[in-house]
């Protein structure tokens, strides 16, 4: 019987499995199974092994350079433009974050960008690298397929571009805020078609602007930017900050991963680097954090609300959840993953049981 | 008879002897002057001249250092903390952002912070000022009155804590973002009360959750964040950004400087300067800015939709509009300018006339 649930391991090394019988280097293969598996297991479910079967169709079309030269192109005292030589973009931006760390601690805070990346999972991951350095971890990316037309536009010259933030903190969670700038992001509306959920209103319209809720027909629609036009000016700027600045696709450039698997995506990401010490001390500024998190999370609550959330709480219990009971699987993605371990001759998933 | 529209220079000239009359000495008066009329001139009218009786009051109060040593308290080769002295948040962000350029002309980019600032005017006026030097700006602060609960919460621990974004372009009209994480920035509030206009819903609900119209009731509810939960994520990280990690007030340290005209509200703003030399060649980036916009401007629009607007060509229309027909002020406003001006003992704003 097939399994539903699997453990954060399991799922790490069977991704990891499938990279290396897909041409990945050994070590890459590892960093991009801990990384993938870090998104199911914080709850990124658009995120994590749910891409696993498009990444291995693109690699095998060949729209995936598995030996490249990940190299910094251009580089000052405080930044860097990495070129990710079409590399997956999870190995890109983990190096990347690990140049503005060390960047930043020269310098107090660093911005290193990249072009011929390609989708590099949740946001939050590289933003979060920041924390075991106790600094501030800002994340920027343009998404890897347009759902999102101007405001007041019908043409999708604009992706959901993602914004992260990972904030250390003393005895707290630390803040982590990863966000679409547009109401859902378009990994959540998969997850919803790949578990055969409705959308909720607000998620998406079509292009008579009428409520879209069905999300395989999410084809006919485009996403909603929040706040109206100012998700729309915000989509715009993260857009050029990790696009246009880093000569990545933006705009009409952007390939849509979703209908192609070959052509060279050019994924333009950006980490920027605080250091709290840079600015005052780091002991107080964590001191300063909890006690902020403290004030809200006590805070008088609305009507219903049982609890008042900081972000990067939920993903935390997540975490702890799903390292005690395993990570739940949808059944389609349970089949699509064993007809993939059939594929790559590989131990398929569910044979590796929960733990 | 009291003229209803004012040009820009009289507006300056009137703000700029206001300040001179309070005690501000006349390089900072004119640089607050120009600051603030520049506010009006592109439209952002809840931070122009209508702050000047706000302003006087806390100055009259004692509130305002009229003589700081406003100094860099801390430094790094990308980054500095500005400490304010409790100046005119105009003079403390103007210099901020000018050592920010510097900074970035030599290490590609730069974030400087403030501590014992005060309230500054239009994000976007710092953003810009990046433009002059074909660098992009990006601005944070912390807002000077606590009108957002935590999502799911009353207490009104969060501010409008603003975003502007100021992007080169080289024959379009640069990109130019400025917005509150609310909805409506509470300077709209204050504008709509001064007009005797009612606020659309979606503005601000009261502590029972229902739409709040009237903005003079402002002070029963609390402002509504873009996104829901998202924007509470974002007010509450631009809020550590621009306020705790610089040492200034965040939470529950934030002064209503709405109520209190005398407490040092230590207000907390940061800039960051990049420099698109940087990561590429400026006049690629600029013809590549430009290109997409006219993507955006050209495509195809919505139902009813007529034009499809960039961030910042509203503000810019506004500012050859008001450059050729002056700036209109409300009644309620001229008569306290008037009112001010009998107080300051200096020419009415009134009797200045049109041009």
Do not use: C
Request: proline content about 5%.
């Amino acid at each position: 019987m097939i399994q539903e649930h699997f453990s954060f391991e399991n799922i790490q090394l069977f991704i990891t499995d499938a990279m290396v019988a897909l041409g990945v280097p050994k070590k890459d293969s590892a960093l991009i199974g801990e990384l993938m598996a870090k998104a199911d297991l914080q709850g990124s479910d658009g995120h994590g092994i749910i891409r696993l079967a498009p990444y291995a169709k693109r690699i095998l079309s060949g729209g995936i350079n598995l030996n490249p030269n990940i190299k910094v192109k251009k580089e000052k005292l405080a930044t860097a433009l990495i070129d990710g030589d079409n590399a997956m973009g999870h190995l890109v931006m983990h190096k990347a974050t690990q140049l503005a760390i060390d960047k930043a601690k020269t310098t107090g805070m660093a911005w290193v960008g990249s072009h011929y990346s390609n989708h590099a999972g949740p946001a939050s991951l590289y933003a979060r690298m920041a924390l075991e350095h106790d600094m501030i971890g800002l994340y920027f990316a343009v998404g890897n397929a347009n759902h999102l037309p101007p405001w007041g536009g019908i043409d999708m010259l604009l992706s959901t571009n993602p914004i992260a933030a990972a904030i250390p903190t003393r005895d707290e969670i630390p803040i982590v805020l990863d966000m679409a700038t547009t109401v859902a992001a378009y990994g959540k509306v998969k997850a919803k078609a790949q578990k055969g959920e409705p959308m909720p209103e607000g998620w998406m319209i079509d292009k008579h602007g009428a409520p879209l809720l069905d999300p395989k027909r999410s084809d006919e629609g485009f996403l909603l930017p929040i706040g109206g036009y100012k998700g729309y000016g915000l989509s715009l700027v993260v857009g050029i900050l990790a696009g246009t600045l880093n000569g990545a696709a933006m705009g009409k450039d952007v390939i849509d991963f979703n209908k192609d698997y070959k052509t060279t995506t050019n994924t333009g990401q950006a980490i920027a680097i605080i250091d709290p010490n840079a600015f005052g001390d780091i002991e107080e500024f964590k001191t300063q954090t909890d006690r902020l998190i403290k004030d809200i999370k006590n805070s008088a609550k609305m009507g219903n609300t049982s609890r008042i959330w900081l972000p990067g709480e939920q993903s935390h219990e997540k975490r702890i959840e799903h390292l005690k009971n395993g990570i739940a699987l949808p059944q389609t993605l349970i089949e699509q993953l064993e007809q993939l371990a059939n594929q790559l001759h590989i131990q398929p998933l569910a044979a590796m049981g929960m733990r």
